[in-house]
């Protein structure tokens, strides 16, 4: 779907949700992400997009108890389920679903909503965490670590009963998971089957994204990302996308302000934005004859 091509039809989703980590003010990533012109900038190239504001997702009556280690899983679960019927909303009405979050343990609701509509989907994690542990391999707790573990069928024998996941079918074989680089991905499938991306602000480099609560050194450049972004709306097949854990609490107001630009500019590619420029629609560049 490259933008010189293809207006993208694009329904945009606010997941403002904490509760799969322990650091508050994920919650405030989608408005973040608003606010910093990130659907004017979408628009002024050319896309169609549709907001269907932020889910309502406060369980603070749920009571909760620790399954194995993990902390708030009743309130992850009930979540999960809202963010996925309404993914499935969004691609059954033909739009590209972009989810804006909100911790990674969304990322449950939002590739088991597209697989609701989409079963032969693939994912492209791109994060510095692989998010597979388990409830019961834990070291933390935080389910944002655990998104991948409830939806690969391979560790459904590992996965303990959890109250509110009862929705929750494993959907997913590890071979349709590509950790960080398109090159993983099977080009006979590449071109067939939709494509969905999850992409953790914490995978850039934290000079490139303060403004997220697990910093890892040494992540990609902005160069690489963007690349990344590129191939991704090169495929024509991206069905999802779904940004985790911009924090707008964490750092200072430059950190807040670098991070939401530099996560912007990664959705804005995604959805065919050239670092040359956008083409206007019908243009391609002259080969020589």
């Not at 269907?52 to 009930?78: C, M, R, W």
């Not at 670098?258 to 391609?284: A, D, L, M, S, W």
């Amino acid at each position: 779907m490259p933008t010189d091509e293809k207006v993208a039809k694009i329904g945009l989703v606010g997941v403002p949700f904490s509760k799969g980590q322990q650091r508050d003010g994920t919650e405030k990533g989608p408005g973040a992400l608003r606010n910093g012109g990130l659907l004017e900038t979408l628009t002024s190239i050319g896309h169609d997009v549709h907001d269907y504001g932020d889910l309502p997702l406060d369980f603070s009556d749920d009571k909760e108890g620790q399954i194995g280690v993990a902390k708030n899983p009743k309130t992850v679960g009930h979540a999960s389920k809202m963010i996925a019927d309404k993914v499935s909303e969004v691609v059954k009405s033909g739009r590209t679903c972009l989810a804006l979050g909100g911790d990674h343990s969304m990322a449950i609701g939002t590739i088991y909503g597209q697989h609701q509509v989409q079963p032969d989907q693939v994912v492209l994690w791109i994060d510095a965490h692989a998010d597979i542990n388990t409830p019961l391999t834990s070291g933390s707790g935080n389910m944002h670590g655990m998104p991948l573990s409830f939806l690969v069928k391979e560790l459904d024998p590992y996965l303990p009963k959890i109250p509110g996941f009862e929705f929750v079918k494993p959907c997913l074989t590890a071979k349709d998971i590509a950790y960080i680089g398109l090159r993983d991905v099977d080009p006979g499938e590449r071109g067939k089957r939709p494509i969905h991306l999850s992409f953790d602000v914490d995978s850039l480099d934290p000079s490139l994204a303060p403004s997220t609560g697990t910093p890892v050194l040494g992540g990609l450049s902005l160069r690489e990302g963007l690349y990344i972004a590129e191939e991704v709306a090169n495929t024509g097949r991206l069905s999802v996308i779904d940004v985790a854990e911009v924090n707008p609490s964490l750092g200072s107001e430059q950190d807040v302000e670098t991070t939401v630009k530099n996560t912007i500019e990664f959705i804005t590619k995604c959805f065919g934005k050239r670092r040359q420029g956008v083409y206007p629609p019908g243009y391609h560049i002259p080969l020589p004859t």
